[in-house]
């Protein structure tokens, strides 16, 4: 059945390293993005995709990179430049960017801590 | 000032209470998310609306544009209510549309609803 995955569901790093997260989705969907989650604030979004080969720069991008090589395909890596990269990551997917009131399909998440 | 409040922030109920949150956001929207998040993390959407009301099973979902106002009912409430509810909308202004054509999703912080048996 369709959905979006993401992996791992947890993930240790020590500083200074990057660290990619994986988010796959099969609902055929153009458009995915990236949000982080800290506690006490509401979803941000870091990058988003509406299209293969191309991806812009959300609320805060800074520290992180993205591709999408594949339609299917999101990765985020959380670099050496992030500074406070301890955080919970969501990944989310809509059918396409062009339809208004389109529905968001989110995974299940990646806990990201740095120590 | 967030441009999406919920309130309340925290809420215990007891099981087989009627719950209310409630979602006032500041923009013109286009459509307005209900999410839920479990302990876990994962977060599944129980409604999207643009405009009256939506029901599905125990859950109510409701929207008054003029006042931009949204709320999420819950009848019966039952320990597996327990979870996190977030409001986000998706606003309909070409500044503020980061994500796409369509709108970027601005989120409320959540409410954190807790049913005891």
């Known amino acids: 059945d369709g959905g979006i995955t993401q992996s791992p569901k947890y993930l240790f790093r020590k500083e200074g390293q990057n660290v990619t997260l994986s988010c796959e989705q099969n609902?055929?969907?153009?458009?995915m993005y990236w949000y982080r989650q800290d506690p006490g604030q509401g979803l941000r979004l870091i990058y988003y995709s509406q299209i293969v080969n191309d991806f812009q720069k959300g609320d805060i991008a800074e520290g992180y990179s993205v591709s999408r090589e594949k339609k299917e395909s999101f990765p985020l890596t959380v670099t050496s430049a992030q500074k406070n990269p301890t955080a919970f990551y969501l990944c989310a997917s809509s059918i396409e960017s062009g339809r208004v009131n389109t529905e968001a399909f989110f995974g299940q998440g990646t806990r990201l801590t740095v120590v | 000032k967030n441009e999406v409040e919920q309130s309340p922030q925290n809420l215990t109920a007891q099981e087989g209470e009627f719950i209310t949150i409630n979602c006032s956001y500041s923009?013109?929207?286009?459509?307005l998310h209900w999410l839920q998040q479990h302990p876990g993390g994962g977060i599944v959407s129980l409604f999207m609306?643009?405009?009256g009301k939506k029901k599905h099973g125990r859950l109510i979902a409701t929207i008054n544009i003029q006042e931009k106002h949204s709320s999420l009912h819950i009848t019966a409430s039952h320990p597996r209510d327990s979870a996190v509810y977030i409001c986000?909308?998706?606003?309909?202004?070409?500044?503020?549309?980061?994500?796409?054509?369509?709108?970027?999703?601005?989120f409320g912080k959540g409410t954190k609803l807790s049913v005891k048996p």
């Open positions: 923009v013109g929207i286009s459509a």
């Open positions: 609902l055929n969907h153009d458009a």
């Open positions: 609306l643009s405009s």
């Open positions: 986000a909308v998706r606003s309909r202004s070409g500044a503020e549309s980061r994500g796409g054509s369509q709108g970027n999703l601005i």
